[in-house]
Structure formats: C-alpha cells, structure tokens
C-alpha cells in the first residue's frame, strides 16, 4: 500500500526554466511533507519542507506547494541548473507514525 | 567531519553468511533509522531507534537485527544473507521529531549477495 506517489519516473527541463516536481498521498494523518535530493551513490539530502497547516514554503530557488484538498504537492525549482540533476523523493511524516514514508523517486534531468 | 557515517559502503557477501553494518552519528540527535531501498528504488523503513529503544520494527525478518549501543551508534546484523537480501540500506538520525527539519542520511551500504 503506498501511501507516497511520484507517478513520472523521470522529467527533463532545459537550464533556466522552471521544474515542477509532482507528489500525491492518501493518508490524511500526515503532519508534515518534505522534499529530498539525491546523487548517485550517495544519501538523500532533505531540501525544503512543509507543514501540513501551510499552504506554501519558499526556500531560495524551491517553493513547495501543498494541496491539502488534493492530497497533493509539488516541489518548484527556478530556475533549474544543471546541477539540479538528480532523484527527488516526496516523502511524508506522521507524528503519530514516526516516521518518514518515502515516494518512489523522480528522476530530474536539466539540460544545458 | 561526516554527520551520518556508514561502514562499508560496498559490502559482497555469499548466501548464507552473517554480515554487519555499522552506523554513526555525531550530530547529537536522539532518533536513528535504518531504510532499505530495494531494486525499484524504493525507500523503505526497517527500524528506529530512540535513546537506544526500539521504536519502530517493520515487517522485517528475523534474519536482521538492529543494535543500539548507544545514541549515537546503530548497526544493523544480518544472518544468513538471503539473494533479496540484496540492496542499499541507509542508516539516518533526526531529533525526537523528524517532521519538518527530516531526516539526516548517511551515504548507503550497497550489499550484493552473491
């Protein structure tokens, strides 16, 4: 039962524009929704996160929007930079649960 | 200085040993975790550990067991090493309440059973 969905396995944005990154979920009991990086080869690094009484946060480059109606967010990054290429992972926390339950990952790739 | 360090990062093992991995934190946190992300990516919980409790014990086989020997230390035993057992485990550390600040991973042991 996942309860954490990125349904495009992969996105590919040119260098200066914008890059939206998709995730839904079905447990409405979660309190709060992050947004994790990850190279290859190396550990997911947290990037921005929301809580679930807010509607939006802003944190340089990424804004990540929450759609509580919906049951859905998206992660914002303007503009793109190559460097940017990597796995992003929605991932959502239930304090009642205490843990982080992970998407399955969205393969960002962003052209020079 | 590594916030969350794993050892080994590469571990190749035959069917049927027993391995460890161990983990570390030296960002004083109070939580620590162990993830399995399998062949389809997925990241998925295994255990956590609180002030050297055990909080969180998913549908995990009795083959692994996790050890706290103290805060800042959780390794992760596997015996009898199984072909699924094949994967990146991930340890990471957070303060009481992971939510809005996360989780802190360290960079994976990618075990292959041969």
């Known amino acids: 039962d996942q309860q954490v969905k990125q349904n495009s396995p992969s996105l590919s944005v040119q260098e200066g524009r914008i890059s939206i990154l998709n995730c839904d979920y079905t447990?409405?009991?979660?309190?709060?929704f992050l947004w994790y990086k990850k190279y290859p080869a190396e550990g997911p690094t947290f990037l921005i996160s929301?809580?679930?009484?807010?509607d939006k946060n802003e944190d340089g480059r990424f804004t990540v929007f929450l759609n509580k109606s919906a049951k859905h967010l998206s992660l914002h990054i303007v503009p793109s930079q190559p460097g940017d290429s990597a796995v992003y992972f929605c991932a959502a926390y239930g304090t009642s649960y205490g843990k982080l339950t992970f998407g399955q990952g969205t393969i960002l790739t962003v052209h020079p | 200085d590594t916030a969350v360090s794993q050892t080994p990062k590469y571990l190749v093992t035959q069917m049927g040993n027993d391995k460890s991995i161990k983990c570390e934190q030296n960002?004083?946190?109070?939580?620590m975790y162990w993830y399995k992300q399998d062949s389809k990516k997925f990241l998925k919980i295994m255990f956590s550990?609180?002030?050297?409790?055990?909080?969180i014990n998913e549908t995990v086989p009795n083959r692994f067991s996790p050890k706290s020997p103290d805060k800042a230390h959780l390794n992760l035993h596997i015996n009898s090493l199984e072909l699924g057992d094949s994967a990146v485990y991930f340890c990471?550390?957070?303060?009481?309440?992971?939510?809005?600040?996360?989780?802190?991973f360290g960079s994976g042991t990618r075990l292959t059973v041969v």
């Open positions: 550990y609180n002030n050297k409790e055990l909080i």
């Open positions: 960002l004083g946190h109070d939580t």
């Open positions: 929301i809580s679930s009484i807010k």
């Open positions: 447990n409405s009991m979660f309190d709060y």
């Open positions: 990471a550390s957070s303060l009481r309440d992971g939510g809005f600040y996360g989780y802190t």
